[in-house]
T-cell receptor, first 110, second 118 residues
Framework: DAKTTQPPSMDCAEGRAANLPCNHS???????VYWYRQIHSQGPQYIIH???NNETNEMASLIITEDRKSSTLILPHATLRDTAVYYC???????????FGKGTRLSVIA | GAVVSQHPSRVICKSGTSVKIECRSL??????MFWYRQFPKQSLMLMAT?????????EQGVEKDKFLINHASLTLSTLTVTSAHPEDSSFYIC??????????????FGDGTRLSIL
């Protein structure tokens, strides 16, 4: 079962920052937070992951709270092509697979 | 980097046919690959974990004799849906994780295979 809770849907105006929240209150010390997105009829696309420090790459920023019980994915300037289902997943290091929850359907509106 | 290629992208076939789906890691070696299935308007469901050179580990409720997995090399895993029936129609997605850089490496996904059984 997924160990994260995300809002089912969100809207964001094009050009604005999209902030997608995720609760993972039962996260263990060795579990990482991963974010993926799935555009319709495609495979999931890796976005970013982190353990406890905030992370940034060319796609997004990941902000993890100090107690690690929640995180926020930030798309700094959302475009129409960012419309997708975004999945927040916690996973321990090692060989365990990703287990997907229901995610957040982000709609970027012109 | 970290590209996973899946083939074919779409299959339409008659009931009773067996269908093979290939998953390749193009620019990295993958000791472990994963197979998922996704029904319309639902999330991805893990079917099995495929380990190179050994038997796959299937999730509860997934029939191993129905969904044959072969992981013969570090860059190729195949899923064969045997004697497919309409209820097997779904979006099948493979995934692989690179082995370098620590065990927290992300999984990378193929673009999926849409299987339609008539």
């Amino acid at each position: 079962d997924a160990k994260t809770t995300q809002p089912p849907s969100m809207d964001c105006a094009e050009g604005r920052a999209a902030n997608l929240p995720c609760n993972h209150s039962t996260i263990s010390g060795n579990e990482y937070v991963y974010w993926y997105r799935q555009i319709h009829s495609q495979g999931p696309q890796y976005i970013i992951h982190g353990l406890k420090n905030n992370e940034t790459n060319e796609m997004a920023s990941l902000i993890i709270t100090e107690d690690r019980k929640s995180s926020t994915l930030i798309l700094p300037h959302a475009t129409l092509r960012d419309t997708a289902v975004y999945y927040c997943i916690v996973r321990a290091s090692g060989n365990t697979p990703l287990v997907f929850g229901k995610g957040t359907r982000l709609s970027v509106i012109a | 980097g970290a590209v996973v290629s899946q083939h074919p992208s779409r299959v339409i076939c008659k009931s009773g046919t067996s269908v093979k789906i290939e998953c390749r890691s193009l620019d990295f070696q993958a000791t472990t690959m994963f197979w998922y299935r996704q029904f319309p308007k639902q999330s991805l469901m893990l079917m099995a974990t495929s380990n190179e050179g050994s038997k796959a580990t299937y999730e509860q409720g997934v029939e191993k004799d129905k969904f044959l997995i072969n992981h013969a090399s570090l860059t190729l895993s195949t899923l064969t849906v045997t004697s497919a029936h309409p209820e097997d129609s779904s979006f099948y997605i493979c995934s692989a994780r690179g082995e370098g850089g620590g065990s927290n490496q992300p999984q990378h996904f193929g673009d999926g295979t849409r299987l339609s059984i008539l």
